[in-house]
């Protein structure tokens, strides 16, 4: 069943934490084969001030679908909404493909179709090359996308990268939100869109892949206040967010 601290539009949040957890976070999510669980929320019986999520994904996964549909690609399900010539895939960090329904709906009002992985736990390399690709074929094939857009958040911003090292050229831009590590050259010159928050405490991780990114098509979105990753979206900054996004993707 669905948490109820986590409802569709609403993510873990991460400006409560101390710093070292939130780089412990950030450095947890970068083997090649280790699970990275969300982060923590209110209410938590360890401390008064944080609750933690499994980071099991839900065992009655399709009963929280929504008003999503339900797809396989392979190595992972997928939650798909909408249709239209500019497509969006989302990489998650810290929360379930559920809880993007109102994102979702919204950019699906905009004519853009939106696939949302469900299994961001996947192993790194090949298979997350496999299943981004087979993302991005599918909104083309089935939704009408004429070009097609990748959106990560934080950690997962460093499997995107490492996937794009083996399928280059099968992507049309990026949308990095609060990035940490990675290859930002493997993006190549593609147009991409990074979206932090200078106060963020992972903003010096999110700086240096600005500064060393290639192409003259790059825009970066400063995000006032501390907000990483998902907290972008329940932040008073959300239709800021939103509306860089879909201005970037149908220009």
């Known amino acids: 069943m669905r948490s109820p601290l986590a409802r569709p539009g609403q993510f873990w949040t991460l400006s409560t934490l101390p710093v070292a957890l939130v780089l412990a976070l950030v450095l947890g999510g970068c083997g090649t084969d280790a699970e990275v669980a969300p982060p923590s929320v209110a209410g938590s ?3 008064p001030t944080v609750a933690t999520d499994s980071a099991e994904p839900d065992a009655d996964a399709e009963s929280n679908d929504g008003s999503g549909d339900r797809v396989d690609l392979g190595a992972s399900d997928a939650l798909v ?8 895939v989302i990489v998650p960090a810290h929360s379930e493909a559920w809880n993007w329904e109102a994102q979702a709906l919204e950019f699906a009002e905009d004519g853009i179709p939106v696939v949302v992985i ?3 736990r996947a192993e790194l390399g090949e298979p997350w090359a496999k299943l981004l690709t087979a993302a991005v074929d599918y909104l083309k094939a089935e939704r009408g996308a004429q070009d097609v857009a990748l959106l990560c958040l934080s950690v997962r911003c460093l499997s995107v990268m490492d996937a794009v090292t083996s399928s280059p050229g099968s992507y049309d831009q990026f949308v990095l939100v609060s990035p940490a590590f990675g290859d930002v050259a493997a993006l190549g010159d593609a147009p991409k869109l990074f979206i932090y928050s200078p106060d963020d405490p992972a903003a ?19 995000v006032a206040g501390s907000a990483h990753a998902e907290e972008m ?3 008073s900054a959300r239709a800021e967010v939103m509306e860089a996004i879909v201005r970037r993707l149908i220009g």
């Open 233 to 235: 979206f329940v932040t």
């Open 81 to 88: 909404w909408g249709e239209g010539d500019h497509g969006l």
């Open 45 to 47: 019986s360890e401390d």
């Open 204 to 222: 010096e991780f999110t700086e240096p892949l600005i500064e060393a990114a290639l192409g003259q098509d790059n825009v970066v979105l400063e």
């Open 118 to 120: 469900t299994d961001w």
